[in-house]
């Protein structure tokens, strides 16, 4: 009866700290640009690059911002020489936003009552964009209000830290209202109109740090009308003393109504026709005063904000707003007419003013204002400050803060203390939030890093720390600039090989099944948009779409994946006659397939063809470009559109008749494309008595006098019987 030995699913990932004997059989001891999932292990897809190539250089930070109108922003800080610039993807190119930096910055996202925002902090100042538009951005830097630092933005409170002069202080600013409160509401005309002219431009009105919102545009295009009453309900009713032409969606405005002032200069939307005389408008006028007599409305074109840049008239005319700059642009349907004034009315605030970047506090701090907490203890400097239960972990060099804010922020409710010594990490975005906690790069102990997670207890009443993926050897690699994001059930981590001067490597760890690959791409800062991952190299500022399409930027993906050195659940001396691999393939790869016996060199059994005979092309399926089901690294379905077609194979190798106690196995792909290896099936093994392999015996070692004191004897012996004639 035929003996086998199965090796199926290969889903463990990288076991390089024990053994290569002790491993899972379905684990690697190490590989390169292989992706373990749950059925085995697939080449790894590959990257593309985002606009042209860059300059020598390096990313730093990534961040994706989103308009109102959910429009996504891809925005880095890249290093170059020895300034450090912001920039933007507008889709062709990476613009230049704010250059001649000196410091690393961080990124938050912020929306608010008057906006969409990001946010950029760093030891440089404190800069808002708003998102519709992408290019602009406002110094809101004030020394009497605020700091200098990276920053994040929660509940409303802007956190900030790393400050150039004060590297333990953790400050906080005032809670944003979110409310009408801290906005004003301004007018101003922008020309008047002549009955030809389509097209108004002005700059708005604003303070330094203010920006621009909420803004509305009207002018008079139409006939004016006498109105005769006008009712007291939730949806007015607007009698005029003569026919008035308006149809559902016109826009009305009123002006010199006696009784009911309130409505003079207000603005309405016809809702309903009743007759030639009565209209419905969208306006609730039960709190206004009775109408008493007179008034006249005028039918108006009226742009309103989308919020995303856009103005957009009910007569379908056109318009654009920056709110950073406040220049305001419209095109009407219809000329306003020569007697009338087309006015703008919008609203402006300044977060330095009881808003999101204003730390201010009263000489006692009151509930809601701004705040400072000392995290002296060990001189170390804060280098990241995470989110995790509601309490802000300050992640020093050496040691670990936990601060916690009452619900009400009440300043006595305030805990700030020491949560872990000797525990730390050396660059701020060596740590993240994950789903099961905070995971960072812990390396405290520059001889022995390690990755650590710091979440709640097994009973969800206190917080622990303890060592995460402890089968890998986090020693072998540099972690100095280490960066890492959050991508689904993933943390994806840079590092260095050693000897390396620059980011060199990435780490997909999977947090479910406690899983870790390698990918050799060089990565000086990585972002992660709906599940699509994006890297900005370590030597250039050219930024890459990552485990998208089936080659490396046009080149061949460089691979290799090395299985445990294998005995078989014996130590007995064995024979293998088969190896049989079962898996998919498209056409055009050729996967090599090499055994090494106790740890001699590798040598070549095979390579299987994706259009070979082994394979079933009755069976051909289409693989995505980023994805395979359901199971995605850096990919989503938006990127699911772009396939290769692969089939099933199920191959045999003969091997060469040999002893050995334990075999390992090396897969090679070639030529681009898809392979995955789902079961290897040894097949015909025979076993033999427990005797050292040829190459681990040890042969006696004869000296040159024990020789001769043999040969000697045996001299002298056949002289003995040549005397006595017995030869």
Request: proline share 2%; aromatic share 10%; with cysteine.
């Amino acid at each position: 009866m035929s003996r086998q030995f199965i090796t199926q699913g290969f889903n463990k990932g990288i076991h390089n700290k024990l053994d290569p004997e002790l491993i899972p059989k379905e684990a690697a001891v190490d590989s390169k640009n292989w992706a373990t999932r749950e059925y085995g292990i697939e080449l790894s897809r590959g990257i593309r690059r985002v606009n042209s190539a860059g300059v020598a250089g390096s990313g730093v930070n990534e961040n994706w911002a989103y308009k109102a109108n959910g429009d996504k922003l891809h925005y880095r800080q890249v290093k170059i020489g020895d300034n450090y610039i912001v920039q933007y993807d507008n889709g062709t190119e990476w613009v230049n936003v704010i250059e001649n930096m000196k410091h690393e910055c961080s990124f938050t996202n912020y929306s608010s009552i008057g906006g969409v925002f990001m946010f950029i902090g760093s030891q440089d100042g404190l800069f808002m964009i708003l998102t519709a538009n992408p290019t602009d951005y406002i110094d809101m830097t004030d020394s009497q209000v605020n700091f200098k630092g990276k920053i994040f933005i929660d509940r409303g409170r802007m956190i900030l830290w790393d400050r150039e002069t004060d590297g333990t202080g953790l400050y906080g600013s005032k809670i944003d209202p979110q409310d009408g409160s801290v906005l004003n509401i301004k007018g101003q005309d922008l020309g008047d109109g002549t009955g030809s002219k389509e097209q108004f431009s002005d700059t708005l009105v604003r303070k330094p740090f203010d920006y621009i919102s909420g803004v509305n545009v009207v002018g008079r295009t139409g006939s004016e009308r006498t109105i005769s009453s006008i009712s007291k309900e939730q949806i007015a009713t607007v009698a005029f003393s003569q026919a008035h032409l308006l149809t559902v969606g016109d826009i009305v405005q009123f002006k010199d109504v006696v009784g009911m002032t309130e409505i003079n200069g207000l603005t309405a939307e016809v809702l309903e026709r009743i007759s030639t005389s009565v209209v419905k408008v969208k306006l609730n006028t039960t709190e206004y005063t009775s109408y008493t007599s007179g008034g006249l409305a005028y039918e108006v074109e009226k742009f309103t904000d989308d919020f995303s840049g856009t103005l957009s008239s009910n007569k379908d005319g056109t318009g654009t707003i920056n709110y950073t700059t406040g220049l305001v642009e419209v095109n009407f349907q219809t000329a306003p007419r020569d007697d009338s004034v087309v006015k703008v009315v919008y609203q402006t605030q300044d977060h330095n003013k009881d808003g999101i970047t204003d730390f201010t506090s009263s000489a006692t701090r009151i509930a809601g204002e701004g705040f400072i907490l000392r995290q002296d203890v060990g001189g170390d400097a804060i280098q990241n400050v995470l989110i995790l239960d509601g309490s802000y972990f300050s992640i020093k060099e050496n040691s670990i803060y936990r601060v916690s804010l009452s619900q009400d922020d009440n300043p006595s409710g305030v805990v700030n203390e020491v949560f872990r010594r000797n525990t730390g990490i050396k660059y701020w975005q060596s740590a993240v939030t994950t789903s099961k906690g905070i995971i960072y790069m812990d390396s405290f102990d520059g001889r022995s890093p390690k990755l650590s997670l710091l979440s709640r207890g097994a009973f969800g009443d206190v917080f622990d720390s303890k060592e995460f993926a402890e089968h890998f050897e986090y020693s072998n690699y540099i972690w100095d600039k280490s960066v890492m994001v959050v991508s689904n059930e993933n943390i994806i981590v840079s590092c260095k090989e050693n000897g390396s001067t620059y980011n060199n490597l990435l780490l997909v760890i999977n947090l479910t099944e406690n899983r870790i690959d390698k990918y050799d791409y060089r990565t000086g800062s990585i972002s992660n948009s709906d599940g699509q991952l994006y890297i900005t190299d370590s030597l250039s500022v050219s930024t890459y779409k990552v485990f998208s399409g089936f080659s490396n930027n046009g080149k061949q993906i460089e691979n290799y994946w090395t299985g445990k050195e294998e005995l078989m659940e014996t130590e007995r001396l064995k024979k293998t006659r088969f190896i049989r691999i079962k898996g998919d393939i498209s056409l055009n790869v050729e996967l090599d397939i090499y055994v090494s016996y106790d740890n001699l060199d590798r040598e070549l059994i095979g390579t299987l063809k994706g259009n070979s005979n082994f394979v079933n092309l009755s069976k051909v399926k289409t693989i995505g470009d980023s994805l395979v089901g359901e199971d995605t690294i850096g990919g989503n379905s938006e990127t699911f559109t772009i396939g290769i077609e692969t089939a099933p194979y199920f191959a045999e190798f003969k091997l060469k008749q040999k002893k050995f106690n334990k075999r390992q196995i090396t897969f090679v792909a070639r030529n681009g494309g898809y392979v995955s290896v789902e079961k290897v099936i040894d097949e015909d093994i025979l076993y033999y008595q427990n005797r050292m392999p040829r190459n681990r015996r040890i042969k006696p070692i004869v000296t040159y006098f024990e020789t001769k004191k043999v040969l000697d004897e045996l001299l002298e012996t056949l002289d003995y019987y040549k005397k006595n004639n017995v030869i």
